[in-house]
């Protein structure tokens, strides 16, 4: 049996911060990270856009590599097996055995298939699935993509030369992000230009609503512009099928002209050669069995409170694995981003490191404010606050601009203070509305001057 005080599983983000986090903070105390991937991420590159927005870019690097400065820090590549929460003891799948002083737990999620057991059916989660998606891809003439978050949105803007058909619950494309307005800027934004094609690529979009119907590998989730190196191409020409206000309700065995069809809850029935589930995550808690299912949501995260804490003493959890339940701030919310696993993980290793000692200390600064800095159909897209009115039950104004192709902003006002802004293109308001959530300024002086572009509105606020 080996021994540690500080313990943490996982090598994503989350637990990496996590245990650079200890390292920082306690060096003479023995850290071991557990990692089921052979690398681990690696954040680097930090560029702070405001004082909340950051952006960075996440690097697989071998464990002994991203940890060669923290000598307190063990890195272990092995999977654990099973949680012992009385003995403050883990199995690996060696048959190892890790006792624990305090054990972070930062395992990550995998995709949510809708037909998990049907092999003409992918997730997106780490490198292999990529690879995999890849080779698929290669040879095929027509994809369902099912989902209308991230993952989806991203696959549908960097594939080219196949047929998609896009499968959406909501009435509006890529409705985890942004309205229907900002939905309708970026149809335009389908008309893409690929670095290996001089000519510009026209994407077809045809909209089909049905406004009757009702609405896995072991490795870390992939990092920022995972695509980029990437040649996501099929065998056909382009064309996108928006299949709206729908689900899958079947997937069907295919015949001699395709290998799989899916039947939607529209009546209409697809054959395809791939089918793509991006519809959500599902928190890995499995090695933690009966104690896991006990301390997590309807949804499997591990609940958490302020400090990171589960309820099972000596463990916290982090990352895409937990599920926040504190009494959050006003303008923050929890959604699964790169950028909250690191966070959380940081913050985790302060609570673990001073849990239990007398000098208190306070939730970090972090959680005060929801921020998110993305690329959707190759334009930056930064969310502040409440962007989509979260949590405002529909009472709120929204201030509008739109120049067609550039820009999209959007203020979400309560009682003439900001909650929420989207901004998509260069707009350069980050920094002003930031400052606007966080001191909850009276704006109604302002009117639509706040967004008339001929005043200089940050003067007033610097
Ligand atoms: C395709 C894709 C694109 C994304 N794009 C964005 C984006 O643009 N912006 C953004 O903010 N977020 C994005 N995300 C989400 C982001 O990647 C995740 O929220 C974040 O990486 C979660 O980090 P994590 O450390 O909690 O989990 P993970 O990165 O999943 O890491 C979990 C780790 O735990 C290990 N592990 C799991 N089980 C065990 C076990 N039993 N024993 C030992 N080790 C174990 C795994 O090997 C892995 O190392 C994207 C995700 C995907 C899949
Ligand atoms: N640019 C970014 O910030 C990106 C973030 N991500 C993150 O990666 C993780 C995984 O991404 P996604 O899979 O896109 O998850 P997601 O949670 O963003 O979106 C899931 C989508 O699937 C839909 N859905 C769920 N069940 C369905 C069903 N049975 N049938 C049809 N649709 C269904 C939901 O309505 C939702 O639109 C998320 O945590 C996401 O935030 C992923 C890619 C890019």
Redesign the pocket.
């Known amino acids: 049996m080996v021994e540690a005080t500080f313990v943490v599983i996982g090598g994503g983000i989350a637990g990496v911060s996590c245990a650079e986090g200890i390292a920082f903070l306690a060096p003479e105390e023995p850290v071991i990270l557990i990692s089921a991937s052979p690398t681990v991420k690696k954040v680097t590159n930090v560029r702070n856009l405001t004082k909340m927005l950051s952006r960075f870019d996440v690097e697989e690097q071998p464990g002994r590599k991203v940890f060669e400065s923290c000598p307190n820090v063990t890195v272990v590549h092995d999977t654990v097996t099973h949680l012992d929460h009385e003995n403050n003891n883990l199995t690996l799948s060696s048959g190892a055995v890790v006792k624990y002083g305090k054990l972070c737990v930062c395992t990550g999620a995998r ?1 949510k298939l ?1 037909a998990p057991d049907n092999p003409h059916v992918l997730g997106i989660r780490d490198t292999d699935s990529v690879v995999e998606f890849q080779r698929r891809l290669s040879s095929s003439r027509r994809v369902v993509v ?7 949105t ?1 696959l549908v803007h960097e594939t080219s030369n196949v047929q998609i058909v896009w ?4 009435k509006h494309i890529s ?2 992000f942004v309205d229907p307005g900002a939905a309708e800027f970026f149809q335009e934004k389908l008309i893409k230009k690929k670095d290996d094609d001089d000519s510009p690529v026209v994407k077809r979009m045809k909209f089909s609503v049905d406004r009757g119907a009702t609405s896995v590998s072991s490795g870390a989730a992939l990092g920022p512009d995972w695509h980029a190196n990437v040649r996501l191409s099929g065998l056909s020409t382009d064309d996108v099928t928006v299949e709206k206000c729908c ?2 309700s079947h997937v069907h065995e295919g015949d001699d002209e395709w290998p799989v069809y899916v039947e939607l809850t529209n009546g209409k029935r697809v054959g395809c050669d791939l089918i793509v589930s ?4 599902q928190p890995n808690v499995e090695p933690f069995g009966a104690a896991g299912a006990r301390i997590a949501d309807a949804d499997g995260g591990l609940i958490v409170d302020w400090a990171m804490r589960t309820t099972l003493p000596n463990i916290y959890a982090a990352g895409d694995v937990c599920s926040a339940d504190w009494q959050k701030a006003p303008h923050w919310f929890q ?3 790169w950028t909250q696993a690191r966070h959380m993980g940081t913050y985790a290793a302060k609570a673990m490191v001073y849990d239990n000692q007398s000098e208190p200390f306070l939730q970090d600064f972090a959680f005060e404010l929801f921020t ?1 800095v ?1 690329k ?1 159909f190759g334009m930056k897209v930064v969310l502040l606050g409440l962007f989509n009115g979260q949590t405002l039950n529909d009472e709120y104004e929204i201030l509008l601009r739109m120049t067609r192709g550039q820009e999209y902003v959007k203020l979400i006002l309560k009682n003439g203070r900001l909650q929420g802004a989207v901004l998509i293109g260069d707009t350069d308001l980050e920094e002003m509305c930031e400052n606007l959530i966080l001191n909850q300024l009276d704006l109604t002086p302002f009117g639509e001057d706040l967004l008339n572009p001929d005043i200089d509105i940050e003067d007033y606020f610097d």
């Open positions: 995709p809708i099912v989902g209308n978050g991230g993952i989806a991203e499968v959406i619950k909501d409705a985890t689900e899958v991006a519809t959500g995550v959604m699964r981003l998110h993305t959707l």
